[in-house]
């Protein structure tokens, strides 16, 4: 088995999809590495370090990929500046284990259903006990949430905590985090440890004590169906749900001073949730933080990757958080990776085990022998087609 890592050509990325000590880890299961040069540059980790763990060096990605069994990437394919596609230049039959997001990139998937390839993408394992330790959509989550904070308190023209000086006492800002998934949950944790005074929400009535376990007052509505898709996501609201919801959001936004944004249905697309006339009724000098930008962004009158102002209020839109954490980003989805690639991995018969009963591994392939075979990709494909769903 031949395991390749390509560098990431996504633009602005820094990440890399196997650090020097997974790759170690790897290599002592009888796997050969090898690791496209500089790919692990932008994230602290020079080329020297693969070497030292036992990874030969491809000087570019073509002669890469046409030897390699097995791929491992950060983000799904994608066309490479000289007109070819990533996809084309793996060899066919391989097989891809990325962040792929296959709603999103429906092209990608197409191409690699043509190769054909049998792809699997992380954000689809299930989120069972068993595959924790593979979710790189949680781990990576973990880091927009404290970054989102930090950026929040950065342009927010007050102090977080309180303090109190010889000056007077400055009051603890307001923070308010809309999604209670896990970048909520840890953008809670960190807007308390900064100081402020923070209150959360879900559609999902369950997480309340998840909420004020990492220091926020939860803040709902009594919803007239249930919100849960399963597996710690959420789902889309009933248009009255969604009406009871926009009030609530508007009546709390007018009284805080930070909102952060990180709700996601069913874990890829970001609902609208916050629209003009909130933003317009929120105080002059207000933040709000979109971290729902990469899924299509929370807010309206959001631009995603930028930074605007509306009557006085900022609204940060950031593209890819995890990649402005590089070297704990790369570490954390690289342990994800491995975990993955060492729970299917035979080692009598130095072979991944396609076992198509596994939960895991079922829940998520995308494509395989020439086929899309993820449902809700095939329903993506199928409405993008005009087909029947």
């Known amino acids: ?125 299930p989120r069972t006990t068993r595959a924790q330790a593979m979710d790189t959509l949680s781990s990576q989550a973990n880091l927009v949430g404290y970054k989102g904070v930090l950026l929040g308190a950065m342009e927010l023209p007050k102090y977080f905590p309180m303090f109190m000086t010889a000056a007077g006492t400055t009051l603890p800002a307001k923070v308010f985090v809309i999604g209670a998934g896990v970048a909520g949950l840890q953008a809670i944790a960190t807007a308390k440890r900064l100081g402020a005074s923070v209150t959360a929400t879900d559609v999902r009535p369950e997480v309340k004590e998840q909420i004020e376990s990492v220091g926020g007052k939860y803040v709902g509505i009594d919803l007239k169906q249930g919100a849960s898709a399963g597996g710690g996501y959420a789902a889309e609201l009933s248009a009255e749900d969604k009406a009871l919801q926009a009030k609530m959001l508007a009546d ?17 697309f970001a609902p609208k949730l916050l629209d003009e ?42 593209l890819n958080l995890p990649a402005t954490l590089a070297t704990h980003a790369s570490m954390l989805f690289s ?30 392939a995308v494509t395989h022998e020439g086929q899309v075979v993820h449902g809700p990709t095939q329903k993506a494909l199928n409405q993008a087609q005009g087909g029947v769903a």
Request: hydrophobic fraction near 45%.
């Open 277 to 318: 006339t909130i933003v317009r009724s929120m105080k002059p000098g207000s933040v709000i933080v979109d971290l729902g930008a990469d899924g299509g962004g929370n807010c309206t009158l959001s631009k995603l990757g930028e930074t605007v102002d509306v009557g006085g209020v900022k609204i940060l839109a950031p």
């Open 335 to 364: 342990r994800n990776l491995l975990n993955f690639m060492t729970a299917f991995w035979d080692r009598s018969a130095a072979r991944f085990n396609l076992d198509w009963a596994d939960d895991i591994l079922k829940g998520c």
């Open 1 to 125: 088995m031949k395991i390749a890592v390509p560098r990431e050509i996504r633009a602005g990325e820094t990440r890399v999809a196997l650090d020097p000590e997974s790759c170690k880890k790897l290599i002592q299961l009888g796997i050969e590495v090898a690791v496209e040069a500089g790919a692990g540059a932008a994230a602290q980790y020079p080329d020297e370090a693969y070497r030292a763990a036992g990874a030969t060096l491809a000087p570019d990605a073509a002669s890469l990929l046409d030897q390699a069994d097995f791929v491992l990437k950060v983000n799904a394919p994608q066309e490479r500046t000289d007109g070819t596609h990533e996809v084309d230049l793996i060899r066919p039959g391989a097989m891809l284990l990325a962040s792929i997001f296959p709603t999103r990139h429906l092209e990608a998937v197409k191409r690699m259903a043509a190769r054909p390839l049998t792809a699997f993408s992380t954000d689809c394992i």
């Open 252 to 268: 709390h936004c007018a009284q805080v001073d930070v909102v952060i944004t990180t709700a996601l249905i069913g874990g890829v």
